[in-house]
């Protein structure tokens, strides 16, 4: 009896791939077979290459498989499957093209083909019509350049991609543009290619592409910091109340499902708070890597010009340009009547173009060029012909503007919109009240005297800066907080030095160790300036009793000197303090609890009777929308207050409801009262004779009443 072969492993080939992983040696015989059967089968393929081939499919990826056990053989194995996506890329079956590049995928993870010609053939593969594979190739893209720059960056693999890249933004084939700049733009974000030379080909090839799609992707790509801004509140929305689920766990009955969601609130906490720890990682834009942003202003600003897209992209040119303009401070004096055309109530969306407005003011565009745009918003929104919304939008717009220019605001117009303030809408007064704020910091001689408030300490010391004029510190402003603590210190150490017998002595830290001390500092400084401050008043007072008791000139003019001279006695020793700070910061290193206190003095000094808290002006490169739409109303009530006041509005009411006019209410009702009661079957008849007649059953009606009337007579 003769045993049937069993022996399978021509025919069955992931058996045959098993086996040769195990032991290459033994199989070698097999795997030569599988491999001329390969060749044999790609010479019959190439002379039909748009018909598939199942067979060469298993093949191809067998020998992929096992290919690093016989790297002599298959040396050659990589260069045919790329020749064949080369040479009939577009005209292959999807399945067998799918086939040959997971074949090539598998060979470059097992570092059995260069990284470099892999990813070269990849890139022209992008012309391919075929969007599975287009995105397949994408993520593979990412990934593999990912994991080689992951321990060190490969600086001359990288330079080679991307002047290869950069080549294929320039491609004719859109869709495979399209892919090379996403490719570019997410190896930006996972800071793979966070370089100026990436950021700049973006802005020089990408920017100014004929191709609407790669235009849209890399405008979006200098707009990306409003995207991180809204994931960073989401995820503080999101917060886990560890508290209040332990609070509720400890009251609620105890259960198997609330002990699950307690404990998986736990684990979020402390993901979140490991999260919180890890030090943040800046992102930023890169609109701050563009080397000729000046150049690139004008460019698009010209393509803006003679661009006939779809407003959306116009929004995104505008948006850019602005961006441009605000964060390197440059000079398109063309830009501000372009988009004063835009700036009507009507106009859709106005308020991004308010923003935009906004973004591309800064202190060196002469106050001449934005004032246009100032009188603009006025006489089109901050008018009462339109509604309170509108105002307070303009305001805030306003405001917005002043904020990074504020020559640009006139008097006589400054004054006129402060007068808002007693408006009877809540929105625009407020509105309103914040331009005057802005206004009390930076220039309150525009302002009418009785809105200039009352100066604060850090108003008096700040001067007025004229066009161009930038303000330069040489010392560390608040200084003067830490002098009173080193003249302490140095007159108890000579007490030290000259009576010290052994006993224990109390000396005041300037480092804030002695906490309470410091709070007697302080005390006195206040009963000192308040101390001042009544010595100030009394020579009021009795330089007033001087002038009213005699009214020569010898009076007045010894009052004008010894104002004068309290006047320089006053300089000088602000003077002398300035000097001292300055020597201070220039010979003592200062500690974080100095700083504190000199924070602390700079706060005090913005802070008067009037004004309970200081002023904050947020001066961010980008302005928020919400800043221009922040509309100051009353807030919807909730469910149950609505029902108090609907149970409020029901007290000492006899009935709900409609009341007749009937004084007895027992008495019969009207016949027209009762048929609202009725079943409607009862009242068809009625209904029907409500129906508007034709014009043929108006003239017929009209006919035999003439002919009634003419019987009658």
């Keep these: 009896m003769v045993r049937p072969n069993n022996n399978q492993l021509p025919e069955n080939l992931p058996q045959l791939q098993n086996l040769i992983k195990r032991d290459p040696e033994s199989y070698s015989d097999e795997f030569h077979i599988q491999y001329q059967h390969f060749l044999s089968l790609l010479e019959v393929f190439a002379l039909n290459p748009s018909e598939e081939n199942k067979s060469l499919d298993d093949i191809v990826m ?5 290919a690093q056990c016989y790297p002599a053989v298959c040396e050659e194995f990589p260069k045919r499957l790329s020749d064949l996506l080369k040479n009939y890329a577009t005209v292959l079956d999807p399945a067998m093209r799918n086939c040959f590049v997971k074949a090539l995928i598998l060979l470059r993870n097992k570092n059995l083909v ?13 012309r391919c019509p075929d969007k599975n594979l287009r995105t397949f190739l994408q993520t593979h893209i990412v990934t593999d350049i990912k994991n080689m720059n992951a321990k060190h960056k490969d600086m001359k693999l990288n330079s080679s991609l991307q002047a290869f890249m950069y080549s294929m933004l320039k491609d004719a084939n859109p869709k495979a543009a399209k892919m090379s700049a996403d490719i570019m733009i997410e190896l930006y974000k996972k800071n793979i290619w966070n370089d100026p ?16 799609k790669v235009l849209v992707t890399s405008l979006k790509f200098f707009l990306g910091h409003d995207e991180e801004d809204e994931e960073e509140d989401t995820d503080s929305e999101n917060e886990v109340d560890l508290k209040g689920a332990l609070m509720a766990n400890r009251v609620n009955k105890k259960t198997k499902k609330r002990t699950k969601q307690l404990a998986q609130i736990k684990k979020q906490a402390v993901k979140a708070q490991k999260k919180k720890k890890n030090a943040p990682a800046f992102n930023f834009s890169g609109i701050h890597l563009v080397h000729n942003p000046q150049g ?48 009507q109530p009507h106009q859709r969306q106005v308020t991004r173009v308010l923003q935009f407005a906004a973004q591309a003011s800064h202190e060196l565009v002469p106050g001449d060029i934005i004032e246009p745009i100032l009188k603009t918003i006025a006489n089109n929104f901050i008018t009462e012909r339109n509604s309170s919304d509108v105002m307070a939008i303009g305001l805030n717009a306003t405001r917005e503007i002043c904020m990074r220019c504020p020559l640009a605001m006139g008097e006589d117009l400054l004054q006129d919109l402060a007068m808002y303030k007693t408006y009877k809408e809540k929105s625009v007064m407020m509105a309103a009240r914040s331009l005057i704020t802005l206004y009390r910091e930076q220039l309150p001689a525009l302002l009418h005297k009785k809105d200039r408030g009352r100066q604060t300490e850090a108003q008096a010391e700040r001067k007025v800066r004229a066009y ?85 000139d010898e009076g007045v003019e010894s009052g004008e000197e010894s104002a004068k001279a ?13 000097e001292a700070a300055q020597e201070l910061a220039l010979t003592r290193i200062f500690t974080d609890e100095d700083f504190k206190r000199i924070n602390a003095a700079n706060l005090k000094k913005t802070v008067t009777s009037a004004r309970k808290r200081p002023l904050e002006q947020d001066r961010a490169e980008f302005v928020k929308l919400n800043s221009i ?20 509005g029901r007290q000492d009411r006899e009935r709900f409801g409609w009341k007749d006019g009937r004084v007895n209410e027992h008495c019969s009702k009207t016949n027209r009262e009762k048929r609202k009661t009725k ?23 009209l006919r035999k009443h003439l002919l009634h009337q003419k019987k009658m007579k």
């Design 62 to 66: 067998f020998v992929a498989q096992v």
């Design 114 to 126: 260069p990284a470099l010609d892999i990813l070269e053939l990849f890139f022209q593969l992008l």
């Design 197 to 212: 030379k990436t950021v700049n080909v973006i802005a020089t090839v990408g920017c100014f592409s004929k191709v609407t």
């Design 296 to 343: 690139m202003a004008e460019g698009l600003f010209k393509q803006l010009q003679g661009t006939n897209e779809r407003f959306e992209v116009k929004l995104m040119h505008l948006d850019v340009i602005s961006r441009l303009i605000g964060i390197h401070e440059l000079f398109l004096f063309g830009f501000y009547p372009y988009i004063t055309r835009f700036l």
């Design 468 to 552: 161009g004029e930038r303000e330069v510190h040489d010392t560390v402003l608040g200084a003067e907080a830490l002098l009173k603590d080193s003249k302490t210190i140095d007159i108890e150490s000579d007490e030290d030095t000259d009576s010290n017998d052994g006993e224990w002595v109390n000396v005041t830290h300037s480092d804030g160790e002695g906490g309470r001390e410091g709070e007697d500092d302080e005390e006195e400084d206040e009963d000192e300036d308040e101390q001042e401050d009544d010595d100030e008043e009394e020579d009021e007072d009795n330089s007033d009793q001087e002038e009213d008791g005699d009214n020569s």
């Design 566 to 578: 309290k006047k320089e006695k006053k300089d000088m020793k602000i003077l002398n303090q300035k």
């Design 629 to 648: 739409e922040m509309i100051y109303k009353k807030r919807k009530h909730d469910k149950e207050s609505r029902l108090e006041t609907v149970q409020a």
């Design 679 to 701: 079943n409607f079957g009862m009242l068809r008849h009625k209904a029907r004779s409500k129906v508007k007649k034709s014009f043929k059953d108006k003239q017929q009606a």
